[in-house]
């Protein structure tokens, strides 16, 4: 049968019921096509210091660490990083499996060839290596909600335990409804009994009303497989105990990223929807935008939609070339990351948050939205005319709240909320997961109601300010900040202080002259002074 459908067979595991009868359980994987690769997206989430880069640096290249952060150290993009140890962008990291389950990630001179590894892989894992520090939380929500993760991979360190971020990270993972496995490294340096406080306060977590999961301990294979056939029901909640000096448990946690399954299943023949998190120029390439096709199929020199613009416009474009993982395909697939190679359009044009669609989809922008919203933490109330930053999917933009339900919202309210778009309208849809954040405050929920038609009459925008003048918005001039309004304010006092004090000096001086002019014995003429003849 695996012969017929072109796959290789893998046995998971056997066992012995009765003495003639044995179960065996078998993984049957097809040998993918070069460019038709299975991907998985895990995004890897926990607090500062708890060994995220590090642990995806051992699994990628295949060397263990030496206790002071050498894995890591390939990984990061930025000089500040490196010095720091600590990321702060959203970084991508892949691991290749073979249709026999054997890891095909083999470095060259300590780098990876991503072609490579695709071209003899049958699955992918693709790593979306987040930040944990507390300074960088708007760029791990937007890797969250804008490259669309199957799995939640949330790190903590033994010794540190479940502080600061780990918390907050595993909220947001659960209100995105993002299935959540825990890795808890550092093993090798942590006293027993630190580990077992902190295995027992991270179980107690799991279990309380608001997560509602069952954590499992891995400690065997056996464990991998059922925790990783079970998995999908959201309700498991496997814990890895592993390190990262002496490589204990790692083959485990490896096996279940074998095992892991993708959440997205294309439907090829649904209009095709990719949203873009992020834009690039290449030289001699021109502009190039990357983002997860989210349905349907992409071919190359497809003519989609762009947009939407300031103005809620979409305009057609043309497909010039295709990249997935670095390498060049022909087309892309629901579920599927890509970047393209578009024609004649500025990368100015493109901002994160943009959509391309199919024209069979008709789309429409919408400057207002309503959802139900839940509001996890705000230290007062909030009420009509509040601002804050809402991600919905790979939109990352300030919203006001124009209506709601209730009068004020306070810590664990819940309630339906309009929200108006402050600088451009966005392209959403109902049901999408939504993330209100500003500052400590934070609210999820969903939206449910659209209004596309609503024209942004009340926004004050340049672009609104420049209609009824014949300047360009671009070229309009800035309000002027407080620091230089106080400087002209006192500018102008100090004109107004010299110029009477010169008017004052010089009419006196005027006087004084015309009277001493005068011989003794005659009056002062009384009459008009002319100063500068007026």
């Not at 459908?5 to 993918?32: S, Y």
């Not at 120029?281 to 762009?306: F, Q």
């Not at 596309?452 to 009340?458: G, I």
């Amino acid at each position: 049968m695996a012969q017929t459908i072109n796959a290789d067979v893998i046995e998971l595991r056997r066992k012995t019921e009765d003495k003639n009868l044995q179960v065996v359980e078998f993984l049957i994987r097809q040998r993918a096509e070069i460019d038709n690769f299975t991907e998985v997206r895990v995004a890897v989430v926990g607090n500062v210091d708890a060994g995220k880069s590090t642990l995806l640096g051992v699994l990628t290249h295949g060397e263990l660490d030496n206790g002071r952060g050498y894995a890591r150290q390939r990984l990061f993009k930025h000089k500040h990083e490196m010095e720091s140890g600590r990321t702060s962008s959203v970084g991508n990291d892949i691991l290749g499996f073979d249709s026999t389950g054997n890891v095909v990630n083999k470095p060259d001179h300590g780098n990876l060839d991503w072609i490579k590894i695709c071209e003899e892989s049958s699955k992918v894992i693709t790593f979306i290596d987040l930040a944990g520090h507390e300074r960088y939380l708007k760029t791990t929500v937007f890797g969250m909600t804008g490259h669309s993760p199957d799995f939640s991979m949330l790190m903590v360190g033994a010794n540190a335990g479940v502080i600061g971020m780990c918390k907050e990270h595993l909220g947001l993972a659960l209100a995105l409804t993002v299935p959540v496995f825990v890795v808890i490294t550092k093993i090798d340096m942590c006293p027993p009994n630190v580990l077992q406080d902190t295995l027992k306060l991270l179980q107690r977590i799991l279990k309380s009303p608001g997560c509602r999961k069952i954590p499992v301990l891995v400690k065997s294979k056996d464990d991998v497989i059922s925790s990783a056939m079970n998995f999908t029901s959201e309700r498991i909640c496997p814990i890895f105990q592993v390190s990262n000096v002496t490589g204990e448990n790692l083959d485990l946690l490896q096996i279940f990223l074998n095992l892991l399954t993708p959440r997205i299943y294309c439907n090829e023949s649904e209009p095709a929807e990719f949203q873009i998190d992020d834009t690039f120029s290449v030289p001699g390439v021109g502009t190039v935008v990357s983002g997860t096709c989210l349905k349907g199929m992409i071919k190359l020199n497809d003519t989609l939609l762009l947009g939407p613009d300031s103005l809620g416009q979409f305009i057609a474009i043309a497909i010039k070339s295709i990249h997935r993982k670095r390498m060049p395909v022909r087309e892309v697939r629901g579920g599927q990351t890509a970047s393209f190679a578009l024609k004649k359009i500025k990368r100015s044009y493109i901002r994160k948050g943009m959509v391309m669609l199919s024209p069979a989809v008709e789309p429409v922008a919408c400057w207002e939205f309503e959802g139900e919203v839940l509001v996890l933490h705000h230290p007062t109330t909030i009420s009509t005319r509040y601002q804050a930053m809402v991600h919905i999917g790979s939109v990352r933009q300030t919203a006001t709240i124009i209506w709601m339900s209730k009068e004020h919202l306070r810590t664990g309210d819940k309630a339906t909320v309009r929200f108006r778009f402050i600088k451009s309208p966005e392209y959403l849809k109902p049901d999408m997961k939504l993330v209100f954040r500003e500052g400590r405050t934070k609210a999820v929920g969903q939206t449910t109601r659209l209004f596309p038609h609503v024209h942004a009459t009340a926004q004050n925008t340049r672009h609104h300010r420049a209609r009824g003048h014949h300047t360009r918005p671009q070229n309009e001039p800035q309000k002027a900040s407080k620091r230089n309004r106080n400087r002209n304010k006192n500018k102008t006092k100090d004109v107004a202080h010299f110029a009477e004090n010169s008017v004052g000096k010089f009419a006196s001086s005027s006087s004084k002259t015309s009277v001493e002019g005068v011989d003794d014995g005659q009056q002062p003429s009384v009459g008009p002074v002319v100063v500068n003849g007026s």
